[in-house]
Structures are given as C-alpha cells and as structure tokens.
C-alpha cells in the first residue's frame, strides 16, 4: 500500500469509527484546530489529512498541526488527532529540553564552573511512605527558590590549593609510606572546617572578584534533585546509586603500599551527572551548606536560609564513606563548624 492510499484508508476507517460523536467537540486549546476554525473536529482530521495528500499549506494551520509534538506534521498526528476525538485525551507533552548556562572561572590556571539553576517551587525533604527516610528528612514541604548559580563539581584539590597555596586534604598524596594515593588533584578537597571554608570563599573572591558562598540546604537539595527537570529519583540524577555517585559499596582501592584495600575519594565528575548536568550531589564527599542544623515544619517557605542559630551546620549529599541510603536526595545530618572530616568537603554558590 502506497502512502496516499494508505492516508485515504485511514481517513475513511476514522470517519466510519467517529459518525457517532457530536460534530463539534469544542476545546479551548489550539492544539488540533488544523483549519483554524477554533474548534477541534473531524474536520480538523479532513484538513490534516489533505494537506499531507496534496502538500497545499492555503487551509491548515501547521503551528496547530503538530499533535504529537515529534517536532514535524505527519501521519502520527493523524493518528494522535483520531485518538483525542475518540478518547478526549491528547498524547502527553514531549518533556522539556535542558539546555545548561555556565559561568566559567580561573584561579592560578585551575578552572571551575557553575551552572545555572533556574528557580521554582518543589517539596522539599522526605516522603513518609519511603521506607529509608529518618525523622529529622520530614515533613516535606513546599519551598520556593530564586534562580543561583551552583558549582558543576564539588571543589577540587587543585582549586582549593590555588586559592589557599596549601591542601588539608587527607586522601592527597601521603609523605607516610603506608599509603598510596594517586596525587591527583582532581579528588574533591575535603578534611575542612565551616570556618576552614568561609577563608576560602574570601579568598576566592579576592582571586575572582565575584563573591561566593555556600548553598542554603534548599538550594542543595532543590539541585540534586534536578531542578524544574527533576524525573523524581531516590538520588541525585538516578534511581541507580553506583551510576552516579561514589559510595561505600563502590569506592574501594587497593593501596598497594598499605596491602590493603580502602574507601577513598574519587576525581570529580567521574560518574554521570543528574538532571541538571551537576555531578557528585551523592556520595564521593559530603557537603557543607550554610543552613543551621534544625528539624523541618511543615510551612511553605520563599529562599529559606535555615534556623537563625545552632551549634551544628547542615551536611548534605553522603559520602564514600557511607552507606548507599546516605545518598538520598532528601538526607541531611548535623556537621560540627570546628570539625574537619575526611568525608565532608563543599560546592560553591555564585552571587550574582
């Protein structure tokens, strides 16, 4: 069967299958008012299918004709126009497409990135039906956030060394002969106080001369959860933890010096990223936010920046050296601003 026959034939099987349905189903939505009368109808299905037949544009409104949003008119939106006059339901909206706004820096040849997240409203914490979830990630509640900027990796070795001149870093290269590690800048920095980072930010902005801080925890979690594009994943960017972050169940080397095998950090960026092309929100190091460790309520909040004091900050995004459940996106645990871990580093916001 040729293509005009086989339009004919599906126009006339449409017809036989619609003669029972009233004449004039109205809708609001141009979608489907291929004749531009301002309704949607079995002639919209007449003037679809003999524009494909005859290639005449003078009676059809292309904007309108695309039903199935494929980005092109064809003997789909045939089909897809049929389905909504027999069902009353048009196919689903092609999801958006993500298109990432960097700002780029460099200090001392060392360069880093940060992204645009585009603000919006999502419900922020744990679900109760979520069997992982702990008493201090509930209750969820609705937080709406301005756009920001937020570091495309955690900060680097390299980075830190260039704007500090030193490396506190446990997992770096080690003078003591028991241990191998690789030297590779490129491993997240970690072993940092709360106050060990607010001397960075100063620095980095005297490098830089634009001014950065620590995300809020709405703004952690509103990015691993990947914004407005968020698909809804137990972690940041997957339903599948050794996909996109690096965990107690993945992390391990052997250190041959040592004879041993260790839970160690990684280079950044070297497992997928989420929705919003940030990678490592799970696992690899935690994070340091900005917020004041306190418990959640369940009122709606606009920018919220946390408690207005505490004695603990909020760390967020697990670690290589916890456990999988660790890296859900809704977790969060108390840091101690004097204490610097070997599992808790940080991300950079820009102020704009």
């Known amino acids: 069967m040729n293509y005009k026959i086989f339009l004919k034939t599906l126009f006339g099987i ?3 299958a619609m003669c029972w349905m009233p004449m004039n189903a109205q809708d609001t939505n141009l979608r489907g008012d291929v004749n531009g009368d301002g309704g949607v109808e079995i002639s919209d299905v007449t003037a679809l299918v003999d524009y494909l037949l005859s290639g005449d544009e003078s009676f059809v409104r292309l904007a309108s004709s695309d039903i199935d949003c494929d980005g092109e008119v064809g003997i789909g939106d045939v089909a897809a126009l049929i389905d909504y006059l027999l069902t009353g339901e048009w196919p689903a909206d092609p999801e958006p497409v993500y298109e990432p706004v960097y700002e780029t820096f460099t200090v001392s040849n060392v360069t880093f990135r940060v992204l645009l ?9 744990g679900r109760e039906d979520d069997p992982y979830v702990k008493p201090w990630e509930i209750p969820a509640h609705e937080v709406t956030l301005s756009d920001y900027y937020i570091g495309e990796t955690e900060v680097t070795q390299a980075l830190w060394k260039a704007v500090m001149g030193s490396n506190p870093s446990w997992y770096q290269y080690s003078y003591n002969s028991d241990y191998a590690y690789t030297n590779d800048l490129q491993r997240p920095v ?8 607010q001397s960075f930010l100063t620095k980095l902005k005297q490098k830089t001369g634009k001014t950065f801080r620590l995300p809020t925890e709405a703004e952690w979690e509103f990015a691993a959860r990947g914004g407005n ?3 809804g994943y137990m972690f940041p960017g997957s339903n599948d933890i050794d996909e996109v972050a690096w965990h107690t169940g993945n992390s391990m080397e052997y250190l041959p010096n040592a004879g041993r095998d260790e839970n ?13 092309l940030i990678y490592d929100m799970g696992g690899n190091v935690g994070e340091w936010t900005s917020d004041w460790y306190g418990l959640y309520t369940d009122a709606p909040a606009t920018n919220p920046t946390g408690p207005t004091t505490g004695t603990a900050r909020v760390v967020r995004g697990g670690s290589f050296y916890q456990a999988w459940r660790m890296n859900r996106v809704s977790y969060r645990h108390e840091g101690w601003p004097t204490s610097a871990t070997i599992h808790v580093g940080l991300r950079v916001v820009l102020v704009k």
């Open 117 to 125: 997240v585009e603000g919006g409203t999502f419900m922020m914490g």
């Open 14 to 16: 449409c017809l036989m």
């Open 264 to 276: 160690i950090p990684h280079p950044v960026g070297t497992k997928l990223p989420n929705e919003l």
């Open 190 to 197: 970690e072993n940092v106080t709360y106050s060990n980072v």
């Open 229 to 231: 594009y968020s698909k």
